[in-house]
Every structure is written in C-alpha cells, then in structure tokens.
C-alpha cells in the first residue's frame, strides 16, 4: 500500500502571503493519478487539483499543482481569506485503491 | 446540475445496522464509479472503497471487509453504504464521491451523513 505524507501538518501564513504544502508519497506514483483537495469545515472536500497539475473547474488560478515521481506540492500564490482550509493529497495505485494523505491545516497567523 | 444528495443523520446503538443512500442526478449514473470515504471526528479522509455503477461490482479497502457492504439500485440512480455491527468506532461522517471522467480523482461529492454509534 502507497503511504502519502503531508508536510507540513499545521501552516500559519497570512493573507496575501504564498503557500506551499508539500505531499511524498512511499513510492513512485503517475503523476496522473495524483489530486488534492479542499475542505472547509462542515463541509464536503472539493477537487481543486487533478493529475498532479491541472485545475479543476471553476478552481481559481492562484491555485497550482507540480510535482512528479514521488515527490508533489500544491502551492498558493497569493493567499485569500477563504483559503484557510484543510488540504489533503489523494493517489490512485495498486489494485485501483485510492489513499489520502493525513492533510496539512492551513491557518491565518 | 450534477449532485450527489446523502440520507440523513443517523444515531445507532452499538450492535445494530445501518443503511446510507447517495442519489446521483445531472448525470448518467452508470457512467462513473461512486467510492465512500469516511471522516471520523476531527480526523482525516479515509477512503472506504467503490463500486463499479455498470455492473455492480465492489471493491474494499482494507479495514472496510466484512461489515461494510456497497451496493446500488440503478433505477433510482442510488448508491448505498450498510455496515452491519455498528461500533462506536463508527462514528463518523460518511461522503459518497464520483470518480472524474477525466482523471482517478473525485470531482463530485455527497454532503455527508452523520453516523453516531452509542450506548
């Protein structure tokens, strides 16, 4: 089973700053099957990033994906109030399980 | 629009079972596979496993085999979620979620449904 770990687990940044959350997996992973997501409290997550770099629909563009091998980071340009949130990274692998990450809260400082 | 809409809060006594429904609509249902997740209280998402909409097969995680059981009634466009000897460590907050056709993702999610286990 493929482990992801989410660095770092609690990020204090304030608005207008830039975010950048970090997720390793235990093994090389596509990065097509890599995506990350938001959740804000009381309610569902919502898909922001999808193969590791694509934005999905109506996802603002200060959001972005990279990364490649095992190693994939989502980074926050320019930070608005209603980006603080839970973040969790999410990979598709062997024997088409799915695991997420163990997320990385992000707070206003 | 497409939407996945959950049943309702559920409180259970330990022993007991429990059935969660998620109705697609806005969309094919047959045409994408539905996975459960589980959000236990103040933890992370913990992906419980799918089930294929065209032909009704399911697959587990490990930690979700035996007790939990997926299964669907296509002619209502509606995917369900039993766990049967409920425990407190059930408690949690259970979300359907639509695999993206475009990518292993889940671009669509039920609002959850709150299962409380207690004695």
């Known amino acids: 089973e493929i482990v992801l770990t989410q660095s770092p687990g609690t990020l204090s940044l304030s608005p207008g700053e830039r975010a950048t959350l970090s997720c390793r997996a235990s093994q090389s992973i596509s990065s097509s099957y890599l995506a990350w997501y938001q959740q804000k409290p009381g309610q569902a997550p919502r898909l922001l990033i999808y193969g590791a770099s694509n934005r999905a629909t109506g996802i603002p563009d200060r959001f972005s994906g990279s990364g490649a091998g095992a190693d994939f980071t989502l980074a926050i340009s320019r930070l608005e109030p209603e980006d603080f949130a839970v973040y969790y990274c999410q990979q598709y692998g062997i024997s088409s399980m799915y695991t997420f990450g163990q997320g990385t809260k992000l707070e206003i400082k | 629009q497409v939407q996945l809409v959950q049943s309702g809060s559920e409180l259970k006594k330990p022993g007991a079972s429990v059935k969660v429904s998620c109705k697609a609509s806005?969309?094919?249902?047959?045409?994408?596979?539905m996975n459960w997740v589980r959000q236990a209280p103040g933890q992370g998402l913990e992906w419980m496993g799918w089930?294929?909409?065209?032909?009704?097969?399911?697959t587990y995680a490990q930690g979700f085999r035996g007790r939990f059981v997926f299964s669907l009634d296509t002619s209502v466009s509606t995917a369900y979620l039993q766990i049967s000897s409920l425990k407190a460590e059930d408690t949690a907050v259970y979300y359907c979620?639509?695999?993206?056709?475009?990518?292993?993702?889940?671009?669509?999610w039920g609002q959850g449904t709150m299962v409380t286990v207690f004695s």
């Open positions: 089930i294929t909409t065209n032909t009704g097969n399911p």
């Open positions: 979620a639509r695999v993206s056709a475009l990518a292993y993702s889940f671009d669509i």
């Open positions: 806005g969309y094919t249902f047959s045409s994408s596979a």
